[in-house]
């Protein structure tokens, strides 16, 4: 008798302790969709300040801002964390053509970041399309050496998740320049990394890898429907000329920072959840979903967490990492200064998938820590949250280590991403204010239940 | 021993079954992404066709293009079904201002669908603000006689459902002018129903009831910008003039069509499945996600059983309704026509919430029929379905009744919805090709299972 009655007690406690948390994250929606200021900070950052690659005005100004509104919030702490970030510049537009005979025809391309210049007038080449890098070494010197090499595999359509054929086309844009140029390609052209047909070429990172510095060659993106202009081209006539022009240079490395601040915990205050994005993005347009949205979401947590006075039990930063797009210098000097510090990090979490309606999280951990997290999924249910899985978490986070640490990475819908991503159309316009606000009030809830 | 044999038999059947199943809805999915037409459909129906109000020129458009367009994918039928329909008009663009003392503001309006005119000069009167349709019998004939009734309750934030929000603030727009008439208004403005603050009003549906003709009150919808303004200038000068002036009217009733196409039951031909959205739209725009998105997701799940060779036992329809938006005359047409012909429907589905990524199904049907539909839930899951619950499915199939008659309606993701909703903004521009496209694998999938 007495032991139905303790577990009698036992289920009605733990049916009091899920109400609670219920409650919880029912008021952090409600203060998220009605009294938030992530829409706000982000259309400052968007509009106020725009692109904010590393080392740049921007990313000075988008360092200042973030601090100054952090520090209206009432946090124990707000600091800079400084870090040596890579300096790219893009120079003058870029310009390229088509030429078949006499007639030439314009195309929309944008220098990859990290490329080298072409010369002052240019580079005219013929043109090799390629669809796998595996190709190149088939096609052999004999055929690629004074060549443009042309990367033109499309984004598989079939992947319901949009980030897995980014995942397979990247290598691409990546790798490109580096092997075409073991060849003696000349410059190679890659096809932009998104599903749409439109005109907007798309940046990223590229890298030469350990080729020596006299064998790095030009290295643009294509539009979509500049690269399918170009392959029927190229079919009609094999032996057309490309010509494109870029003046991107590498300058001297420059003093940045991470922006952080935390709330301190009141039982654990040595163990450190953290909550980011990066604030640095691509140059061509104002960042607004890459990471603009990941950056307000993340200080929208620790501002929720303050509006509904939650005490947390254990230190709760929120981390604006830099260079996330041409480096990772951020999330690497983040985690040696823990490792210094000898913090201990519990939990970790990262949006930088875009402001999109959230439809879940991706985790990294041990099974333990994979459980725990597991436990939570149905309190997100009446949110239409419902992907909880493993998967790639966040760049940033990723050189982060501790015992038992927990990973998570905000899962928005992907569909739209590849539209907006490293392109100028990636802007303000592009956001809707309720599902960013929505991405906040889901990480507020799984920090605060993580907390407990 | 035999038990267990016969037993491993079954099991070893449903696992084929379910594989099989499997398989062809990767195979829908695949096909939907790279080889439907609905997005081109679209295309066409928005921007070569445009506004589609019933009894326009649009809708003529539209009905001898989609039938011409189904009689392009080898279907066993394709035929019109005549229904009278409603003939309102909105004439010239409406203006309105503020008035204070000589001070003049411009602010965006828009009549409401049934709405009556102004008299030719407009109508200038003072406000009366009210947030609920209850608050007029408070305020009374004395107060309300003479003026113009403000309805301005905005949309609910907290519900994750967008239209959750939207079905707790439509009662102003369908029924405020109605109930301010019969306490002596002379016009009703009503804030827009969206979640955003924006300059454009959303126009939409209204009924004046069984109120007499003579009392007929011009009502039109303000934008959320226009209606903050109203609101706060009311708080500094509650005796402001309100003018605004609108010329549209109702004509005849005019013939009209909803398009169907059919596919003939290889087994049981007598029993009928119908998947549809509405071809009307509003007159502000193209009606791209409303119900543009719901009408070629429709036509693309024929398209799509064809495409891959898929025999189906019942008959299969789809069915383009006309009148969805002001009179529901082609939903109640079809019913009609059903009960006439004496036909079996078994399955009825609808696409009318936009064409964003699909979340999941609503379902309407009794206990058995919803067992049924909730098994297939699993299949949906690594397609990112999750939504399968009960609620409202669709408007036009509303009227359709049937023994055993299971209804589903596609719930694609509501946050952006309200952005577009009956205003101008709901273009061609704000679909997203594969949003489209995964809506209509998912209904094809569904329709498939439901076959068999």
Not at 135 to 149: F, S, T
Not at 336 to 343: D, I, L, T
Not at 405 to 411: F, Y
Not at 428 to 450: H, P, T, V, W
Request: proline letters at 3%; charged letters at 25%; a negative charge.
């Amino acid at each position: 008798m007495k032991k139905i009655f303790t577990t009698i007690f036992a289920l009605q406690a733990l049916l009091v302790f899920s109400q609670e948390q219920e409650k919880m994250i029912r008021q952090i929606y409600d203060n998220a969709l009605s009294k938030s200021k992530c829409y706000g900070w982000l259309d400052h950052l968007s509009n106020k300040i725009g692109a904010r690659l590393s080392g740049s005005a921007g990313a000075e100004k988008a360092i200042q801002y973030t601090k100054a509104q952090l520090e209206t919030l009432g946090l124990d702490r707000v600091y800079l964390q400084e870090v040596m970030v890579p300096h790219w510049v893009r120079g003058e537009k870029e310009s390229a053509y088509i030429q078949v005979g006499k007639e030439k025809t314009s195309v929309s391309i944008c220098a990859l970041g990290g490329s080298v210049a072409t010369p002052k007038n240019g580079i005219a080449a013929q043109v090799i399309e390629v669809k796998h890098l595996e190709e190149l070494a088939q096609l052999g010197a004999e055929k690629l050496k004074g060549k443009i090499v042309f990367y033109n595999r499309p984004f598989e359509t079939g992947n319901i998740e949009a980030f897995v054929s980014y995942g397979h086309a990247v290598d691409q844009r990546y790798l490109g320049a580096r092997e075409a140029s073991k060849y003696g390609a000349v410059g190679t052209i890659v096809r932009s990394m998104n599903f749409r047909l439109d005109d907007f070429p798309h940046t990223g990172a590229q890298s030469y890898g350990d080729i020596p510095v006299s064998q790095y060659i030009p290295t643009a993106a294509i539009s979509t429907n500049g690269a399918e202009l170009l392959s029927k081209k190229l079919k009609e006539n094999p032996k057309l000329t490309f010509w494109f022009k870029q003046s991107c240079e590498t300058l001297p490395e420059v003093l940045s920072y991470n922006v952080i601040g935390e709330i301190k915990g009141s039982e654990h205050p040595e163990n450190v959840m953290i909550v980011g994005g990066h604030l640095d993005s691509w140059d061509l347009a104002d960042g607004a979903h890459d990471d603009g949205a990941g950056v307000v979401q993340s200080m929208e947590v620790l501002h929720l967490l303050k509006k509904i006075g939650y005490r947390p039990k254990n230190t709760i930063r929120v981390v604006l990492f830099m260079n996330e797009e041409n480096g990772g210098r951020g999330g690497e000097k983040y985690q040696a200064a823990a490792q210094v510090n000898n913090e201990n990090h519990i939990f970790a979490m990262e949006s930088d998938s875009g402001g999109f309606s959230p439809r879940g999280f991706s985790f990294e951990g041990d099974d333990e820590a994979m459980k725990k997290a597991m436990n939570f999924k149905s309190l997100f249910e009446p949110y239409q949250l419902h992907i909880f899985e493993k998967g790639h978490t966040g760049s940033d986070i990723a050189p982060l280590t501790g015992k038992q640490l927990l990973k998570a990475g905000l899962r928005p819908d992907s569909q739209r991403y590849f539209d907006y991503h490293h392109a100028a159309t990636d802007t303000f316009d592009a956001i809707n204010k309720r599902e960013l606000e929505l991405g906040a009030a889901a990480m507020a809830s799984l920090i605060y239940l993580m907390d407990l």
